[in-house]
C-alpha cells in the first residue's frame, strides 16, 4: 500500500528561525518527490518536485532534500517569515508521475 | 507555473440542491483533470480522475452518481455535486496536468468552499 508520513503534525516557531519538516514514503513505482505549501483555504502551491536521482533542490528559503534509498525526504526553512505560516504537504508520485499520494501534512505556524 | 482556476471560490447551498463547480485550465491544454476533496486538518483525498472526452475513473467510495464530472473540452472540466447534503460541506479542489505541464506534473487550482445548509 502506498504511503506518505509526514512529522511532525504541527510546529510553532519564532520568526527568524529555521525548521525542518520530515517526510517518510512508500511508494512503489516511484517516479518523484513533491513538497507543496497549502495556505488556509486555498488550494496547494509547488515549492519543490524531485527525481530519484537528485538528492536537493532549493526554491528561495525552501531547501528539499531526498533519499530514494531510505525513501526519506525533509524540507528545510531558513530564516522563516509570518507567511511562511501555513500546512506543507508532502508528495510522493508514481507510475507516469499523475498517481500522487499525500502526507497528512505539517501544520508550521511561525511566530512575531 | 501553469494557471488553473475555479469557480465560485465559495458557495452555501441549501440541502437537497445540486451545485456546479467549473475547474479551467486558463494556459495549457488539459489532458487529464483530478477532483480532490478535503476535509478540515486533513489531507487531499482523490475523489475522480478525468480525461478529456471520456468517463471520469472514481475513487473507491466515492459515488458517482452524486459527483457528476465532466470533462469535455481540454480546458475544462466540471464537479456537479447532486442532491447536496451537509456531509457534502468540504474544500473541493481541482488539478491539471497536460500538454504544458508535461504529464508528470499537476497544477492545483485555488479551491472551492462548499457549505451545505
Known amino acids: 500500500k502506498n504511503q506518505v508520513e509526514q512529522s511532525p503534525q504541527s510546529l510553532i516557531i519564532l520568526e527568524g528561525k529555521n525548521c525542518t519538516l520530515q517526510c517518510n514514503y512508500t511508494v512503489s513505482p516511484f517516479s518523484n518527490l513533491r513538497w507543496y505549501k497549502q495556505d488556509t483555504g486555498r488550494g496547494p502551491v509547488s515549492l519543490t518536485i524531485m527525481t530519484f536521482s537528485e538528492n536537493t533542490k532549493s526554491n528561495g528559503r525552501y531547501t528539499a532534500t531526498l533519499d530514494a534509498d531510505t525513501k526519506q525526504s525533509s524540507l528545510h526553512i531558513t530564516a522563516s517569515q509570518l507567511s511562511d505560516s501555513a500546512s506543507y504537504i508532502c508528495?510522493?508520485?508514481?507510475?507516469?508521475?499523475?498517481?500522487?499520494?499525500f502526507g497528512g501534512g505539517t501544520r508550521l505556524m511561525v511566530k512575531p | 507555473g501553469a494557471v488553473v482556476s475555479q469557480h465560485p471560490s465559495r458557495v452555501i447551498c441549501k440541502s437537497g440542491t445540486s451545485v456546479k463547480i467549473e475547474c479551467r485550465s486558463l494556459d495549457f491544454q488539459a489532458t487529464t483533470m483530478f477532483w480532490y476533496r478535503q476535509f478540515p486538518k486533513q489531507s487531499l483525498m482523490l475523489m475522480a480522475t478525468s480525461n478529456e472526452g471520456s468517463k471520469a475513473t472514481y475513487e473507491q467510495g466515492v459515488e458517482k452518481d452524486k459527483f457528476l464530472i465532466n470533462h469535455a473540452s481540454l480546458t475544462l472540466s466540471t464537479l456537479t455535486v447532486t442532491s447536496a447534503h451537509p456531509e457534502d460541506s468540504s474544500f473541493y479542489i481541482c488539478s491539471a496536468s497536460g500538454t504544458r505541464s508535461g504529464t508528470d506534473t499537476q497544477y492545483f487550482g485555488p479551491g472551492t468552499r462548499l457549505t451545505v445548509l
Open positions: 508528495v510522493a508520485a508514481n507510475n507516469a508521475g499523475n498517481m500522487l499520494t
